[in-house]
C-alpha cells in the first residue's frame, strides 16, 4: 500500500522538503500532496481563471472557493494529513483543513513549536500526534507505516 499524506499549512519554509525528503530516505512507501504553495497564484486563480473583481473581498473569494477544490479533494483521499502551523501569520487556512480533516475521521498530525501550544490548544486535542519538528514527524510516518520505531530493539521472545 502506498500512503497518501497531505501537507497543510503554513509556505514560507521548507518543512514540506524535510519531511518527504525523511520519508525517502526512510524507503516508506508514501505519496505526497499539497495545497498550491506559490502564493500569488493561490491568491489570483479566481480572478485569473473567471475575470477581475473591482472588490478584493470577491477576488479573494473567488480564489478561495477554487483552492477548495484542490484541498478539499486531496485531505478526502488522504490517508494521513499533516498541517503545519508557522511561526509568523494567523493561518486560518491551517486551522481549517484541520477542523476539516478532523470531520471526515482523518489521522491528524499537527506540526507547530512550542509557543503556539496555548492558542493551538483546540486544535490540538483534536490530532492524534503533535510534533515540533519535521524529524518527529518523519519519525512517526515511520512508526505508523513500517512498525519502526527509531533505537528500539525487540529483544522479547515472540513464543512467550
Not at 506559490?38 to 479566481?46: L, M, N
Not at 490517508?79 to 481549517?96: L, P, T
Not at 482523518?106 to 486535542?125: G, R
Request: proline share 4%; aromatic share 8%.
Amino acid at each position: 500500500m502506498t500512503w497518501n499524506i497531505y501537507l497543510s499549512g503554513e509556505i514560507h519554509s521548507d518543512w514540506r522538503e524535510q519531511i518527504m525528503a525523511g520519508a525517502t530516505e526512510a524507503g516508506l512507501p508514501a505519496s505526497f500532496s499539497a495545497p498550491v504553495t506559490h502564493h500569488e497564484a493561490s491568491d489570483d486563480v479566481g480572478v485569473a481563471i473567471l475575470g477581475e473583481e473591482p472588490d478584493k473581498f470577491w477576488h479573494d473569494h473567488k480564489g478561495a472557493q477554487i483552492n477548495a477544490i484542490r484541498t478539499r479533494t486531496l485531505i478526502g483521499k488522504a490517508d494521513i494529513v499533516v498541517v503545519r502551523f508557522g511561526e509568523k501569520y494567523k493561518q486560518w487556512n491551517a486551522a481549517f483543513d484541520a477542523g476539516y480533516a478532523a470531520a471526515l475521521g482523518k489521522p491528524l498530525i499537527i506540526l507547530h513549536q512550542d509557543e503556539h501550544a496555548h492558542a493551538l490548544k483546540e486544535v490540538d486535542a483534536a490530532a492524534l500526534a503533535v510534533a515540533r519538528t519535521p524529524d518527529q514527524v518523519v519519525s512517526i510516518l515511520r512508526y505508523v507505516i513500517d512498525d519502526a520505531l527509531p533505537g528500539y530493539t525487540d529483544t522479547a521472545d515472540p513464543a512467550q
